[in-house]
């Protein structure tokens, strides 16, 4: 009969390994994508007094300095946020304008604004924020909106010629018109409702049949013109 002799237990058990780690480290520019995406989010739910680094960092699960090292602060990082928006809705808008027809084109501009705030309400958020750093970056929602105005000109201006109106008040009356949608598209960011081809057929209406039925020279019934 064969003995079978225990192996005594060694006095230092071995202990198990960690599984390996399934976690992809970011690349350079992945992470910095992320913290723009979560700053963005920050500064539309918060404000930008109400962000802070911590939070960006803490959100995006790295250390302090990875922001600094990217972005140099919470200036550099909303500058870039905010850079990006105004790109974004610009080139939004300015797509859009296609049709050669000065109706068409307005309703073409009107349902692109309410596109972009239906489709990124975070980045208008950031945009129309009132609250702004010291250190804001030249671009804001109104550098957009008079790059956009700034194009209906040419397209008023060209229009005015044609029904023999002074063609230098077209700024005037694109700067009107563009304040308009933007004031209207700022209301219905928070109403949402009627739709918003429903609210850009409206817009349109009133600008088109205001603009087709312009005075040569418009005085006031209030104050007598000189």
Known sequence: MTRVTEEPESPHPRRARPAPST??????????EQLITIGRQLFAERGYDGTSVEEVAARSKVSKPVVYEHFGGKEGLY???VDREVRALLERITAALTAGDPRELLEQAALALLDYIEAEPHGFQVLTARQAPVLAPAGTFSTVMNDVAHQVEHILGAEFRVRDLDPKL???YSQALVGMVALVGQWWREARKPKK??????LV???????SHLEARPGLITRKTR
């Open 197 to 202: 081809e429903t609210v850009a057929a409206h």
């Open 79 to 81: 500058a870039v946020v």
């Open 170 to 172: 077209a700024e005037l």
């Open 23 to 32: 976690r992809v480290r970011m690349s350079a520019a992945q992470r910095r």
């Open 205 to 211: 209406n009133l600008a088109w049949n205001g603009l």
